[in-house]
């Protein structure tokens, strides 16, 4: 029997999004915790995401894949219920290069949805806390018939 409990369902939601992402597991992304409207998901350090081969940094596309993915597993996992979404809008800040060697955690939270759109803000920290990116997004909301 499947539970009612509002945070198993929204971590149940988040790991089956991150795992039907192709490019989620090619990036080595790995959902850490969900509750309704909030996901974070953490990526390793992996050299092969190197956008600088001369300092070691993790490519920005990686990143704000990342915090996209992030933020969709947020909407997916609040209480409305959507039953799929896609960005309309996503713009991110960088305020600093990644340490070359440590994983980047996403954290995102749906803070608002309307019938059809749901807004998000999201960040992304080093493993050491450091922020290095924040978001802010629109995504499309599918609900079930």
């Known amino acids: 029997m499947e539970s009612t409990?509002?945070?198993v369902r929204a971590r149940r939601i988040a790991r089956a999004f991150v795992t039907a992402i192709p490019h989620?597991?090619?990036l080595g992304m790995v959902m850490r915790e969900a509750s309704p409207g909030r996901a974070?998901?953490?990526m390793a350090y992996d050299p092969r995401l190197i956008g600088d081969p001369a300092t070691g940094v993790i490519h920005g596309g990686a990143v704000s894949t990342l915090m996209d993915?992030?933020?969709g597993a947020a909407v997916l996992t609040h209480a409305a219920a959507p039953v799929s979404t896609a960005?309309?809008?996503l713009r991110i800040d960088y305020m600093r290069a990644a340490t070359p060697g440590q994983g980047i955690v996403a954290e995102a939270e749906c803070y608002h949805m309307t019938r059809s759109v749901a807004f998000v803000?999201?960040?992304a920290r080093q493993e050491d806390g450091v922020r290095i990116a924040t978001a802010t997004g629109a995504f499309t909301v599918e609900r079930a018939p």
């Open 121 to 123: 803000r999201a960040e």
């Open 87 to 89: 960005t309309l809008d």
């Open 24 to 26: 989620a597991g090619l």
């Open 69 to 71: 993915t992030c933020a």
């Open 40 to 42: 974070i998901i953490a």
């Open 5 to 7: 409990d509002p945070d």
